[in-house]
């Protein structure tokens, strides 16, 4: 649904019939899912200039236009990458895409059991992470419907990452006052793969990043994140929307 989204064909039937239905609820997704891939090239890019030449891709999904190891490359020649997704026919169409990129990997697991995603012998293989890394959980923890759960996780992966390193993260956020809008499109998610949608406020969010250092401007809007345009620095958070934020490890 996400690669539908960016305008990409490596979707399949059931991804574009429930992806249309989520644009006829919230129309503005895949503006939003192209604001979010810029967040990622922005993020990794500033990355790349504070030194740090090592990333974790947790929840990647299918390689699209302008990854995570195209960036980076192009930012630091050398730099490595790991996508970590559950999903195995993604890692298939992964490895085959990313076969000849030898400072890349795909790997299986599981973002509730982030310990065995830090622990995975691949992962460890290609990373040092004794050396700043920059740990991307981009739009899905969301798909997560406990709250204590996504705090934990991202608490766990938080205690793996080095000084210097940083984590970026992206999450649906809503007011209350437009919940109904968001229970229409978890229904929506509840028939697919990712199984529920639960968008969490902006308390909520912002606790992820307890601890760290936030990267100016904060946890905003993906689209209000260091913007090619004026206009997009003004946002609005009495509506639906995906923040964005990463922050460093002291």
Known sequence: MYDFYLGGKDNFAADREAAEKI?????????????????????????AEHGVRQFLDIGAGLPTQENVHQVAQRAA?????????????????????????????AVQGDLRRPQEILDHPEVRDHLDLSQPVAVL??????????????????????????????????????????????????????????????????ERITGYFSGLELVEPGLVPVQAWRPDWEEDSVFDLSVPGLLGGMARVP
């Open 23 to 47: 644009i006829a609820i919230v129309p503005d997704v895949c503006s939003t899912t192209k604001a979010n891939r810029d967040f990622l090239g922005k993020a990794v890019r500033l990355a």
């Open 77 to 105: 020649p050398g730099s490595k990458t790991v996508y970590v997704d559950n999903d195995p026919v993604v890692l298939v169409h992964a490895r085959a895409l990313l076969d000849d990129s030898k400072d890349t990997r």
């Open 137 to 202: 959980m981009l739009a899905v923890l969301h798909f997560l419907p406990g709250h204590d759960e996504a705090a934990r996780i991202v608490e766990t992966v938080k205690q793996a990452i080095p000084p210097g390193g940083f984590l970026l993260l992206s999450h649906f956020y809503t007011p209350d006052e437009q919940e109904r809008k968001v229970q229409a499109g978890g229904r929506v998610y509840q028939s697919t793969n990712s199984g529920s949608l639960t968008a969490r406020s902006l």
